[in-house]
């Protein structure tokens, strides 16, 4: 099974860009689907961006144009480059990874957007 960690986070001023990371270990991370969630402080949390196995991508209305989602299953990593951030992008953002009927969390790493 793989375990996630996540990285990346921090302050940024609106309008910056930052890239998260999610290093996989443990198992062959080519195998599961992957995605990004985010938790605002008094919301639910919320799908940002996924990726298949294949590489097909998907986003959030409110993020398409702005975010990408890659991965390089080379080094077992996924990637979220976030770019144009916005005050209501402040969140703390979790990477996950699917296969079968194994969901995988990451502990989430804090994104603050200052306006």
């Known amino acids: 099974q793989v375990q996630l960690v996540e990285s990346g986070g921090g302050l940024v001023q609106a309008g910056g860009s930052l890239r998260l990371s999610c290093a996989a270990s443990?198992?062959?991370?080519?195998?599961?689907?992957g995605a990004w969630y985010r938790r605002a402080p008094g919301k639910q949390r919320e799908l940002v961006a996924s990726?298949?196995?294949?590489?097909?991508?998907d986003y959030v209305d409110s993020v398409k144009g702005r975010f990408a989602i890659t991965r390089d299953n080379a080094k077992n990593t996924l990637y979220l480059q976030m770019n144009n951030l916005k005050p209501e992008d402040t969140a703390v953002y979790f990477c996950n990874a699917r296969r079968a009927l194994l969901n995988i969390w990451g502990q989430g790493t804090q994104v603050t957007v200052s306006s």
């Open positions: 990726i298949g196995t294949g590489g097909n991508s």
């Open positions: 443990g198992s062959t991370f080519s195998s599961y689907a």
